[in-house]
């Protein structure tokens, strides 16, 4: 099959597909069919054994995301790969995390990217991973909040809402409570700020909770 090359206008760069990837690879992987004499069965060892996890770019332009030689000498302040092993376990490396993902993304990835491919620009892909799905600790998530002021949830950022109206998730440092200055305000009391509480709201629906899908 032969390779078609883009026709790019001047103005245009040529966008490369990078997959993500992680697996984990235990020490008694192997085949689970044998030959073997009739009665005499082979001994396995009991369990998966130790693992070893791999966190690893791709991309059909060059493969694996490291660099060759000659980029090495150009770019020697970069990492020479992006590959991440990581021995999990509670009582090893521990567990992979979104902080790590984004920590290969930042100073690995990235970096070997615009080395290899200057005048590129990439398309990160990601699996669906819970990992994948995590938020900034300051982020805004509805589901994170409590129905009333204060008490243990998030602090998230300030935002705004319609024509770039401000709207505070904290009280202020001055605020006339003293117990709830800058504290998180929780769902009625932002709701109350933008004129749309109604009472009764509650902070979960228990109808959704149990599975009811019907909105009447």
């Not at 790019?8 to 008694?28: A, G, M, P, R, T």
């Not at 000659?70 to 021995?87: F, K």
């Not at 070997?112 to 590129?120: D, G, H």
């Not at 109350?192 to 109604?198: A, F």
Request: glycine share 6%; hydrophobic share 35%.
């Amino acid at each position: 099959m032969d390779k078609i090359l883009p026709n790019l206008q001047n103005s245009k760069k040529k966008h490369i597909l990078v997959i993500y990837d992680e697996c984990i690879f235990y020490s008694n992987d192997g085949k689970r069919e044998v030959w073997a004499k009739t009665g005499e069965l082979p001994l396995r060892k009991k369990g998966n054994g130790r693992s070893i996890m791999v966190s690893e770019f791709l991309t059909e332009a060059c493969g694996r995301f490291k660099l060759n030689a000659q980029t090495i000498e150009n770019y020697p302040n970069i990492p020479q790969e992006a590959c991440i092993y990581l021995i999990p376990g509670k009582n090893q490396e521990g567990y992979w995390t979104m902080n790590h993902l984004l920590e290969q993304v930042k100073s690995k990835a990235i970096p070997i990217f615009e080395a290899l491919f200057p005048t590129c620009i990439a398309v990160f892909a990601f699996d669906n991973s819970s990992n994948h799905a995590a938020f900034l600790p300051d982020a805004l998530v509805a589901s994170k909040m409590n129905h009333f002021p204060g008490g243990k949830q998030l602090v998230m950022r300030s935002t705004t809402w319609g024509d770039n109206n401000q709207q505070d998730m904290c009280f202020s440092n001055d605020y006339f409570d003293e117990k709830l200055r800058e504290k998180p305000k929780g769902m009625k009391q932002i709701l109350l700020e933008r004129g749309k509480w109604k009472e009764g709201l509650r902070a979960d629906c228990q109808l959704c909770k149990n599975g009811d899908k019907d909105p009447n």
